[in-house]
């Protein structure tokens, strides 16, 4: 059995993984497995598994200090307290990163041209920890200290970028019913949080062959499928009330070609852990 990782290993693949980040999110090409190799002459014999098994940990450390993560390496939330405390240190001080993901999370979306269906782009919904009791324990000391920038809201306040992908998901719910021959449902497609307004609880008004109403809530991210979103109490417990109609639709990757996205169905509370970040406080 390997030995836990020093401090002096965990600064430097966190480094490491932040020059990649960066790289990232500027549109620029890296190679990981170049990372991984170059990176463990620097280690205590660790194995290419062990490293890449580390740079999942950072990504789930970097979504609990409101970071975007490296889309390739999916969340492993295990981590150890050492490498949280260096992460935070190293990002606080990194300003070219800070810029980059300000940028990245700011930029203007642009309407995503429809030439693949459904199933070309939908993906499984995405898991933490197979044992979900065991992740809700680990989860349970919240350790999320609170930045004074949080980029994943920042990014969910992107108007464009959110209109970009209820437009998206419109146009593949038209696209899909169409190409099942229920034309006229397709055509009744409605994309309603612009036509009606966003306190429906929902964004889209489609349906299923049979005619029965489908409402679809969408939440867009540039970033990776393990991104935390943001929804308000309306959707909440529109999602109860109209639970066997309602579907969250998580549009991923969404500057990518194509995007991904997945779809949950019923209650969110039932398919995601709602943590409280905002109270509405009033006297007594």
């Not at 990002?91 to 300000?102: G, M, P, Q, R, S």
């Not at 309407?111 to 933490?128: A, E, F, G």
């Amino acid at each position: 059995m390997s030995e836990g990782w020093s401090r002096i290993e965990v600064e430097a693949i966190v480094a490491d993984y932040l020059i990649m980040l960066e790289q990232e999110l500027n549109g620029l090409p890296f190679n990981k497995a170049a990372h991984n190799r170059q990176l463990t002459t620097l280690l205590n014999n660790r194995s290419r598994g062990a490293v890449e098994f580390k740079y999942a940990n950072i990504s789930a450390a970097l979504i609990d200090l409101d970071y975007p993560y490296i889309k390739g390496y999916q969340p492993r939330s295990n981590y150890q307290d050492v490498l949280l405390e260096v992460l935070a240190d190293r990002v606080d001080e990194n300003v070219t990163l800070k810029a980059a993901v300000l940028r990245a999370v700011g930029k203007r979306a642009q309407t995503r041209r429809i030439d693949y269906d459904y199933s070309s782009i939908l993906v499984p919904p995405p898991t933490r920890e197979r044992d979900r009791k065991t992740w809700m324990e680990r989860r349970q000391p919240v350790r999320r200290p609170r930045r004074d920038i949080n980029f994943l809201e920042l990014e969910a306040r992107n108007a464009s970028l959110g209109q970009a992908g209820e437009q998206f998901i419109a146009h593949l719910e038209h696209r899909r019913l169409w190409s099942t021959g229920q034309k006229r449902l397709a055509e009744r497609v409605e994309h309603v949080s612009r036509t009606r307004g966003d306190g429906l609880g929902y964004d889209i008004l489609s349906y299923e062959p049979s005619g029965r109403e489908r409402f679809i809530e969408v939440k867009t991210t540039r970033f990776g499928a393990m991104i935390p979103f943001f929804v308000t109490r309306n959707e909440v417990q529109v999602s109860e009330e109209e639970a066997a109609n309602f579907h969250l639709c998580r549009v991923f990757k969404f500057d990518d070609h194509p995007p991904q996205v997945y779809t949950l169905p019923g209650a969110l509370r039932l398919s995601f852990v709602l943590d409280a970040v905002q109270y509405e406080a009033s006297l007594p």
